[in-house]
């Protein structure tokens, strides 16, 4: 303003001006806004997207390594034909869904004292510790799980010390199902908490009044208007587990390998149309995971 | 507008777009030309520095230890990635367009990494005379397979390593003196292999030794019987292995916190775990070992060749050969680092088999990218496509 001032009256009147049609024109201020983050995330997001699908249907020369620009189902015939990666797709997808459930089982009970029963300086203190492990690397903590999951490291030392055998958990695929679920928590227990938050006290008590027992209100009440968060939380967990690869490569065992760690090596090799036709599967999964999601109204508790 | 009308038209929008993308890239994509090195226009000086040079490497290739030397000498400032893997090596060099995208000067690509490079253009010729060094390297490191084809160098050996056979002496009695301890069934999930589809060629020259019948001369050619006979034996010890290493840090610390106990590994690992007090012991059968060579290649878009050149000859000599040595745990190509080696550290000459004669070096099998040529004027082996895709049905 003081610099308008300053710069007399013909600036004014042209900002005037402006603003004036920008009042008058609503939707051009906000095109105007909107273009460049626009923009962006078609060529960042959805580019991306796009050049993953049409590289799947290129192949490498094997002699040269050189990616070969036709259009070719070769890469898919592998796929479909060659039942190691049948083998490894499931691995991954069996492995997010037992996260999932895990996570869901583990987050109610915790998100539910933390939403209604805890007072509100534990409440604070409970989102401090759910919150904390994330304030690391993801990577100390995969390492530290390796620590403690080791022949020699501190679960077996604990067994060992009530006098029970070791229990050999080290590079197998119980690890990761361990390791996965201690990451992801976090990412379930916030929306499950956001969801039971806003059921109102009226319900609960409107429940007991006629007549339902805790268990019964938790069916039919709770349970129903929390669902949302806890689909919402299961996009994260399944997403999450389902793109992974660094925690099978570094807590699994032989026999571990993820859709992720194969797309890897093939980068590597390189090999990227085989990588990223291997990686459209998630993709697959996700969009129908993210459809039937939708359908039970997980995005409204985002 | 109806709701359904905009939403039509949202739709038709982004099929466009998504459309016009595919037709961009296709396009992008298809305007590549790529075209061979050969041996003409090699370079017969190393001219003025251009100040900067950009490698990528295995962690501590310029450690500043030797490499601070360097740099103030040439004024080549070196900006380095360290790579994890072979494969991410290739990776980096084929981005950008190849050739080390116009950015990367220098690759220390392994055995199993350098054919690949060269078949694919990435690297371009080396005038070894410009490296003076090089007349004084073993002769194998001269023009080895893996860097050297049709007499054409695509860079400099710098150091070279076997993969050895390392067992927990406490827990493994009496200790193995052959690599049939790896595939013994009596040692199940006590295992560790190294997660690379060149191990392949471990198997391959275990059986070269004990199984004549199947003619294995060299283990990184192997035609289909000789290849299907490895891999099924691969799969076998699948059944025994706990852990399939990507880094040589995943297998240390599996050794060191007691989850295998014997496995193939490198001479620097041993090292560092015997200075962690970790009681393993190495061996290396008599039949031999397989083993990883280290040449520095040079970028077919290096922007800085001066440099590169530059580095080739200073990081070769015996002073600065025996420097890295004894960073990285590995043994140089130059046999003139031996008393420069003894005068950092006393035997370590003769810990890091620099002083064996030319019988040892032929029991050593150095990583090279298999392809189908045989070598023997016949097309039919296994290349590393193949190979890949086998170790992929083993580990995964």
């Keep these: 303003m003081i610099e308008a001032a300053e710069a007399g009256p013909p600036l004014r009147r042209a900002r005037l001006r402006l603003s004036a049609a ?43 390594g050189k990616v070969v620009h036709a259009w070719s189902w070769t890469n898919f015939s592998t796929l479909w034909h060659d039942h190691t990666y049948w083998r490894i797709a499931f691995r991954t997808l069996w492995m997010a869904a037992a996260v999932t459930l895990t996570d869901a089982v583990l987050a109610f009970p915790l998100a539910f004292f933390m939403a209604r029963v805890a007072p509100r300086r534990m409440r604070a203190l409970l989102f401090v510790l759910v919150l904390l492990p994330l304030w690391s690397s993801y990577l100390v903590r995969i390492y530290s799980w390796r620590l403690i999951l080791a022949k020699d490291g501190a679960l077996n030392w604990a067994l060992n010390g009530l006098g029970l055998p070791d229990a050999g958990l080290a590079y197998t695929n119980t690890a990761m199902w361990i390791v996965f679920s201690y990451v992801w928590l976090p990412f379930m227990v916030l929306p499950v908490y956001a969801a039971l938050e806003r059921i109102p006290e009226s319900y609960l008590e409107a429940s007991q009044d006629l007549g339902a027992r805790a268990w019964r209100t938790l069916r039919t009440v709770i349970l129903p208007l929390a669902l949302p968060g806890l689909v919402a939380g299961s996009i994260f967990t399944f997403s999450l587990t389902l793109g992974d690869f660094i925690t099978p490569a570094l807590v699994g065992g032989a026999g571990s390998s993820f859709i992720g760690n194969i797309v890897e090596t093939k980068i590597g090799q390189p090999d990227i149309p085989f990588a990223a036709a291997f990686a459209t599967v998630p993709v697959l999964v996700m969009a129908a995971y993210l459809v039937i999601a939708k359908r039970l109204g997980a995005f409204e508790a985002l | 507008m109806s709701k359904r009308h905009r939403r039509v038209l949202g739709w038709s929008a982004t099929a466009l777009l998504v459309g016009a993308l595919a037709f961009t890239a296709a396009g992008c994509g298809s305007s590549k030309k790529s075209s061979s090195g050969n041996g003409s226009n090699l370079p017969t000086s190393i001219g003025k520095g251009e100040g900067a040079l950009n490698l990528i490497e295995w962690p501590f290739y310029s450690d500043p230890s030797f490499a601070k030397t360097f740099e103030r000498e040439s004024g080549c400032k070196i900006h380095r990635k360290d790579a994890g893997s072979s494969n991410q090596m290739v990776a980096l060099m084929r981005a950008g367009g190849g050739g080390g995208g116009g950015q990367w000067d220098l690759v220390s690509a392994s ?18 005379d410009l490296v003076p060094s090089w007349k004084q390297f073993i002769p194998i490191f001269k023009s080895p397979a893996h860097n050297t084809v049709d007499g054409v160098h695509y860079g400099v050996s710098v150091q070279w390593g076997p993969n050895v056979l390392l067992y927990n002496n406490q827990k493994v009695k009496p200790g193995p003196t052959n690599w049939n301890a790896l595939y013994d069934p009596k040692y199940k999930g006590q295992i560790t292999i190294p997660n690379n589809p060149i191990q392949i060629a471990d198997a391959a020259f275990y059986l070269e030794h004990s199984k004549p019948s199947l003619g294995i001369t060299d283990p990184y050619e192997l035609n289909k019987a000789q290849f299907d006979a490895t891999i099924a034996l691969l799969k076998q010890q699948r059944h025994l292995v706990k852990l399939y290493w990507n880094y040589d840090t995943d297998g240390r610390a599996a050794f060191a916190n007691g989850d295998v106990s014997l496995g193939a590994i490198w001479p620097v690992d041993t090292l560092a775990l015997q200075a962690k007090k970790v009681p393993v012991t190495e061996v290396i059968p008599k039949e031999g070992a397989t083993g990883w060579a280290d040449t520095w290649m040079l970028a077919k878009r290096a922007p800085h060749p001066n440099c590169a050149y530059a580095w080739m000859k200073y990081v070769t000599q015996p002073q600065v050969e025996a420097k890295q040595a004894l960073v990285f745990g590995e043994t140089p190509v130059n046999p003139k680092a031996c008393p420069y080696m003894d005068k950092i550290q006393a035997g370590s000459c003769a810990k890091y088999h620099l002083n064996e004669p030319l019988a040892y070096y032929n029991t050593i099998k150095f990583w090279k990218t298999p392809i189908a040529d045989c070598g023997n004027g016949k097309s039919d082996c296994m290349d590393y496509n193949a190979w890949q895709n086998a170790w992929t049905q083993i580990t995964g």
């Design chain 1, 22 to 64: 920008f009042w008058r024109r609503p939707w051009l201020k906000l095109t105007l806004l909107l273009a460049l983050p626009a923009v962006a995330f078609l060529l960042v997001y959805l580019g991306s997207l796009v050049a993953l699908f049409v590289s799947a249907f290129w192949h490498v020369d094997s002699f040269t």
């Design chain 2, 111 to 128: 055995g199993d990494a350098s054919l690949r490079l060269i078949k694919g253009g990435d690297v371009k010729a080396v005038n070894v």
